[in-house]
C-alpha cells in the first residue's frame, strides 16, 4: 500500500523536477557564460560546455572594477536596512498584534495599502526628500527609506499573533512592562519569523538596482548591481565579465539562505496559521 502510494506520485515528482530544471538553468548558464571567451560568448549558436575554462575573468571582475568597494557598500545597505527593518517593523508589528489602541484595524489596513503601490511611483518623491536633506551620494540615502516595510509588519504581526496571549498575561503579573513583554519574550520565540523577515529583504537590498542608481551620482558610493552594470556597454556587452560578476555578487545569498532556510521555511509556515 504504501509503495503504491509512492508510485501514484510520480507524475508530482516530474512536475517538480521539472520546475527545479528551470529555475536552475539560468544559473548555471550564468556560470557556463562567466566560464568563456568573448569571442565564444558570441557564437551562434551558443555553445553550452566552453572550450576552455577561463577563470581569469573572475580575476578580472577585481580589476577591472572597484569590486570591494561595491561591495562594502552593498554590504553596508544591506544590513542597514535589514536591521532596520528588524526593529521598527517588529516593534510596529507588537503594536498590531498585541496592544489594543484607537483605530488599531483602520491604521493597518492603510500600512497594508502600501503594498499595492509600485516602488516606482515613489522613486522620485523620495529622490526629492533625499535632496532636500542633502542626503544624496551618502549611506543615509540608501539606508533610511528602506529601514521600514509594509510586508515587513505584516509578516511579523501574523508571526506574533501565533503565540499564545497567556504569555502577555503571565508576564504582566510579574510586572513586565509592554517593552518588556516585546523585548524578553516575543522577540526570543519569533526567531524563525525574524530570520524570514531578514532574508527577504536581505535579498531585495542586495539586488536592488533602480533605487542605488538613482541616489547615487559618484563611483565611491555605486553599490554592486549598479557597478556591474558597467560591464554592459551602449554596443558591446563583456558577457562572460557580466556574469562572472553577477556570479560573485550572488554567491553571499545564497549561502545566507543555505544557513538559514530551516528558519526561513519554518517562519513563512507559521505566519499563515492564524491571521
Not at 553596508?76 to 517588529?90: A, D, N
Not at 515587513?152 to 510586572?175: C, N, S, Y
Not at 516585546?182 to 536581505?202: C, D, E, K, N, Q
Amino acid at each position: 500500500m504504501h509503495i503504491e502510494t509512492r508510485f501514484n506520485k510520480w507524475p508530482i515528482h516530474l512536475l517538480l523536477i521539472a520546475g527545479a530544471i528551470v529555475m536552475v538553468l539560468p544559473f548555471v548558464w550564468m556560470i557556463i557564460t562567466s566560464l568563456k571567451t568573448f569571442n565564444e560568448s558570441m557564437i551562434v549558436p551558443p555553445t553550452f560546455i566552453p572550450k576552455s575554462m577561463e577563470w581569469e575573468n573572475y580575476l578580472k571582475v577585481f580589476t577591472g572594477m572597484n569590486y570591494l568597494g561595491y561591495f562594502s557598500n552593498t554590504l553596508i545597505m544591506t544590513v542597514g536596512r535589514t536591521l532596520g527593518q528588524l526593529i521598527l517593523c517588529s516593534m510596529a508589528a507588537y503594536a498590531f498584534a498585541r496592544l489594543r489602541f484607537p483605530f488599531k484595524n483602520v491604521i493597518f489596513i492603510m500600512i497594508l495599502a502600501v503594498l499595492m503601490v509600485p516602488s516606482q511611483i515613489v522613486l522620485i518623491p523620495t529622490f526629492i526628500i533625499m535632496r532636500n536633506f542633502g542626503w544624496i551620494d551618502t549611506f543615509y540615502a540608501l539606508i533610511v527609506p528602506g529601514v521600514f516595510s509594509a510586508f515587513g509588519v505584516f509578516l511579523l504581526r501574523q508571526f506574533f499573533m501565533t503565540l499564545p496571549k497567556e504569555l502577555d498575561e503571565a508576564a504582566k503579573i510579574d510586572g513586565c512592562s509592554y517593552f518588556g513583554i516585546y523585548w524578553r519574550i516575543i522577540l526570543p520565540l519569533s526567531v524563525p519569523g525574524l530570520v524570514a523577515l531578514a532574508i527577504f529583504t536581505s535579498l531585495n537590498s542586495w539586488n536592488d538596482f533602480l533605487y542605488p542608481l538613482i541616489m547615487t551620482d559618484t563611483d565611491k558610493m555605486r553599490v554592486l548591481s549598479v557597478g556591474i552594470a558597467a560591464f554592459q556597454g551602449e554596443y558591446v556587452t563583456d558577457y562572460p565579465l557580466l556574469m562572472s560578476g553577477a556570479v560573485l555578487s550572488a554567491l553571499p545569498m545564497i549561502l545566507v539562505f543555505l544557513f538559514l532556510q530551516k528558519f526561513f521555511i519554518q517562519g513563512i509556515a507559521l505566519t499563515g496559521s492564524k491571521g
